[in-house]
């Protein structure tokens, strides 16, 4: 079955700390691959996306994510948190080119001062 | 329009009436989802048009939900008789191009209560 797992459900961490935010899906042929963000109170924003070519992928806000075909990954990574990144992070896979987006649970960053 | 718009934003209903939650997608894209949030369950595929026409709606909880989209355009999800378990946040995502998968440009959700 077509799934998405984000490993964490509660990521603490102090501000100007690194974190990374796990995300595994389960294996396809190809896949496309997302990470949004939602901020309190708001709607969902995209944060970065691996269509294909270099596995590694920059984004929005200074986040950063590697794809990983061996693995099944596409984990987030930020060298160095702010208050303001305190939100809720879903990562999502497409299967098919122009098909629905399958969403992870979800994974709450809380950035500590 | 600039982004994809809800309404409405929060809607109280009564166990047993119907809702309608409506969805006005980003002029010209021609793919449009509906997801359902609810606290601590991620979010739930309902259904996905693509024009007017609903090639998957696996994702409908029950013959008491149903959706349509006119005019490629605006969406209408519908939940006959509410049960106190409807109450989550819906969000509706429309996408411009099933060529190149860009992504959804969200809608800030209709948050639904059901008492």
């Known amino acids: 079955a077509q799934s998405v797992t984000q490993l964490d459900s509660q990521v603490p961490v102090f501000e100007e700390a690194p974190v990374e935010l796990r995300c595994n899906y389960s294996?396809?042929?190809?896949?496309?691959l997302f990470w949004y963000v939602q901020y309190p109170n708001q709607g969902l924003q995209l944060l970065l996306k691996?269509?294909?070519?270099?596995?590694l992928v920059k984004g929005i806000n200074g986040f950063e994510a590697e794809f990983n075909k061996s693995q099944t990954s596409f984990h987030l990574r930020k060298p160095s948190v702010h208050i303001s990144d305190t939100a809720e992070y879903f990562c999502a896979v497409m299967y098919n080119q122009g098909g629905k987006l399958i969403f992870g649970q979800g994974t709450e960053l809380s950035v500590k001062p | 329009g600039a982004g994809v718009s809800q309404s409405p934003s929060n809607k109280v209903t009564e166990k047993g009436k119907d809702v309608e939650l409506r969805c006005d997608p980003i002029?010209?894209?021609?793919?449009l989802y509906w997801y359902r949030q609810s606290l601590g369950q991620g979010l739930e595929f309902l259904i996905y048009f693509q024009g007017n026409s609903a090639p998957d709606k696996s994702g409908l909880p029950s013959d008491r939900f149903s959706a349509e989209r006119t005019g490629g355009s605006v969406s209408t999800l519908t939940i006959q008789r509410t049960q106190q378990e409807d109450s989550a946040v819906y969000l509706c995502?429309?996408?411009?191009?099933?060529?190149?998968?860009?992504?959804?440009?969200f809608g800030s959700g209709t948050r639904l209560t059901v008492v």
């Open positions: 995502a429309s996408s411009s191009d099933r060529g190149r998968p860009y992504g959804y440009t």
């Open positions: 002029s010209g894209h021609t793919a």
């Open positions: 294996s396809s042929v190809s896949v496309y």
């Open positions: 691996y269509l294909s070519g270099s596995t």
